[in-house]
């Protein structure tokens, strides 16, 4: 089993809709949890932290439930320029605790 | 921005020949990583370094080495290029407990 894994989509929207994307991971000591964008041809880039109590960045909402293993982005109005992909991430406490990558989820939003 | 630059940035090269990748840093952090991206497989760390002559290994290491002897500097070499090496090399540093910060990335090819 993956150690993270999303729904790879894509996820096609118009423009103003809200999009959720769900996360799992497999490894019950995980301590930190991220969601992380990435543009075409580009490097990630971190989007936000995720925490227990559940965080919010403006138009963007993360979630985290410890129990089920479960990590969830929402994305409320969409616009265009949120076009890109969203990786899950989640921080392994071996491996000098580095940062274990889902494949992504890609989403397009349309005008 | 955050003081890390890979180069170069895209290279070509022949089946069997050595390649070293360079990551460099300006802000003195102790950890960094390098991974590769490749399509369906999404990023995976190669190896990642917690201190000057201090690495190991991470879930692809097989076919790569590195090399850290300066904070700033963290090498990845292939010893003997193949194709399925092909792919897109980012190398990263761990700013604490955000996550981390990416370079640009480097594009390799093996023909």
């Known amino acids: 089993r993956k150690e993270v894994e999303q729904d790879p989509g894509p996820f096609n929207v118009p423009e103003g809709a809200t999009v959720a994307f769900n996360c799992t991971y497999s490894?019950?000591?995980?301590?930190?949890f991220f969601w992380y964008r990435q543009d075409c041809r580009k490097e990630p880039k971190l989007l936000m932290s995720?925490?227990?109590s559940g965080n919010e960045d403006g138009r963007f909402t993360a979630q985290l439930n410890r129990a089920s293993q479960y990590i969830s982005l929402l994305i409320r109005d969409s616009k265009l320029s949120d076009s890109a992909t969203y990786l899950c991430?989640?921080?392994?406490?071996?491996?000098?605790?580095?940062?274990?990558f889902g494949k992504g989820t890609t989403l397009s939003v349309s005008s | 921005d955050a003081g890390i630059t890979q180069s170069p940035r895209h290279k070509v090269t022949e089946t069997g020949t050595p390649v070293t990748l360079r990551c460099h840093q300006t802000?003195?952090?102790?950890?960094m990583y390098w991974y590769r991206q490749d399509p369906g497989h999404g990023l995976r760390l190669i190896h990642y370094?917690?201190?000057?002559?201090?690495?190991d290994k991470g879930e692809v290491s097989d076919g790569y080495s590195v090399s850290r002897s300066k904070t700033e500097d963290f090498l990845l070499t292939l010893e003997s290029a193949t194709s399925s090496q092909t792919s897109v090399y980012f190398c990263?540093?761990?700013?604490?407990?955000?996550?981390?910060?990416f370079g640009s990335g480097t594009r390799l090819t093996v023909v």
């Open positions: 990263a540093i761990s700013k604490g407990g955000d996550g981390y910060t």
């Open positions: 490894n019950s000591a995980s301590q930190s």
């Open positions: 995720v925490y227990s």
């Open positions: 991430v989640v921080r392994s406490e071996q491996a000098g605790t580095a940062l274990i």
């Open positions: 802000e003195n952090h102790r950890y």
């Open positions: 370094s917690y201190g000057v002559k201090d690495t």
